[in-house]
């Protein structure tokens, strides 16, 4: 029998679900935490998956900011089952997104991502040229391999520190200052960190296995700390202001190096490996 403070705690956070969508996910979670005997059956009940945001979207009461996320993995799951042909639209949708392996959300309008939180099976997503801000929701998608945040609007990268299975990051064209918060990423392979405004490349002294290192258009002087990365094979570093590129006389693997518009330029012994400048 449950008590009658759970079932308090549950006619609540329903209430919140359907009058707040964005705080229905941690409110579920954090009612759960409260809830005492609840059965896994009862929990198949709360709101918290992607059904739930299918259902605010059609009723029209979510959230402008989640709407964009929301309207994007619709179309996603119509491309792979007729949506029309079953009377539970949303049940279906989320049946597919649960088990999708890669998305493509790109150029959708997306500003939050709190509905993809509970799609964890995900290890390749694309989110490039939206209006992406907070990163938080995606701190759970640990099945991550490759990562496409290209032209958002991110400023901290904290919340992906705990995807440590990712081989591809792409963060060029946002608004980042400092990559300390990359240190823990050593799997990394590829990173794009284009068009931000970087100076400091000493936490990227941390990723062993980079091989793909693209830097360019941003405010950086001092490229001494790529010395240790030495499976580096392609690096953009133009458009900065890199005075001293001696540097990547140390790199054995490097294969590409483009130097244009710096004040220094490509080192001679290096001059077949270099960019020409369209």
Excluded: H
Excluded at 3 to 18: G, H, R
Excluded at 43 to 55: G, K, N, S, T, V
Excluded at 137 to 152: F, H, V, Y
Excluded at 220 to 245: C, F, G, H, Y
């Amino acid at each position: 029998m449950i008590a009658a403070d759970n079932l308090t705690e549950i006619f609540n956070s329903a209430m919140v679900c359907y009058t707040d969508v964005e705080k229905c996910v941690a409110r579920v979670g954090e009612t759960k935490r409260k809830l005492k005997a609840l059965d896994d059956a009862l929990l198949a009940i709360y709101p918290e998956m992607f059904a739930q945001w299918c259902d605010a979207l059609d009723s029209g009461v979510i959230r402008n900011s989640a709407r964009g996320a929301v309207a994007a993995l619709m179309g996603v799951a119509s491309t792979e089952v007729d949506l029309s042909r079953f009377p539970d639209k949303c049940g279906t949708a989320q049946g597919v997104l649960l088990d999708a392996r890669e998305l493509d959300l790109s150029d959708k309008g997306v500003e939050s991502l709190v509905p993809l939180a509970t799609l964890t099976k995900v290890q390749k997503l694309k989110l490039a040229r939206n209006a992406v801000a907070d990163l938080s929701p995606l701190s759970g998608l640990t099945n991550l391999r490759e990562l496409n945040l290209n032209a958002n609007q991110i400023e901290d990268a904290a919340p992906i520190t705990r995807l440590g299975g990712l081989k591809v990051l792409m963060l060029s064209g946002n608004r980042l200052e400092n990559l300390s918060d990359l240190t823990g990423l050593s799997g990394l392979e590829t990173l794009w960190l284009g068009d931000n405004r970087l100076s400091d490349l000493r936490p990227l002294a941390g990723l062993p296995l980079l091989k793909t290192l693209k830097v360019n258009n941003n405010k950086i002087v001092d490229v001494a700390p790529l010395r240790t990365l030495q499976k580096l094979e392609q690096i953009d570093a133009s458009r900065n202001m890199i005075s001293d590129p001696s540097v990547f006389l140390s790199l054995p693997a490097l294969r590409s190096l483009d130097l244009g518009d710096n004040p220094a330029p490509c080192p001679a012994s290096l001059a077949n490996l270099c960019v020409i400048p369209m």
